[in-house]
């Protein structure tokens, strides 16, 4: 007899697994799609943003091994425009080194 879990391949656990994408997949199906600041995929996925700052460092691994990378738009000074350009962390700067300003629109990430 033909059950659901034998036409497709796998027990019920196995079938969750495979049709719910863990949290790092559905971020990384967000990054290929668009760029977006940490706020903006803690939206979209349900998390705190502390804790998409933390799975970033890591799809950043993850997606090296499949040539490519994330793209770090970098934060900016919303006071005196100035551009964090060789900051490489994921967080967003506490102040701006030029005007000592703490107003900075947050860095904007993507994968190619």
């Not at 497709?8 to 994408?21: A, Q, R, S, W």
């Not at 600041?37 to 803690?42: K, P, T």
């Not at 005196?80 to 107003?103: A, D, E, I, L, M």
């Amino acid at each position: 007899m033909l059950t659901p879990e034998s036409a497709l391949g796998g027990t019920p656990e196995t079938l969750v697994l495979k049709i719910m994408p863990t949290i790092r997949q559905k971020i990384i199906a967000l990054l290929i799609d668009q760029e977006m600041s940490a706020r903006e995929i803690s939206g979209q996925v349900g998390i705190p943003e502390k804790e998409v700052i933390e799975h970033l460092a890591h799809i950043a691994r993850s997606v090296a091994s499949q040539n490519k990378k994330v793209v770090i738009a970098p934060a900016i000074c919303l006071g005196c425009k100035y551009v964090f350009k060789n900051r490489r962390r994921f967080t967003r700067p506490g102040r701006c080194p030029q005007c000592k300003n703490s107003h900075i629109q947050s860095p904007r990430f993507r994968i190619r």
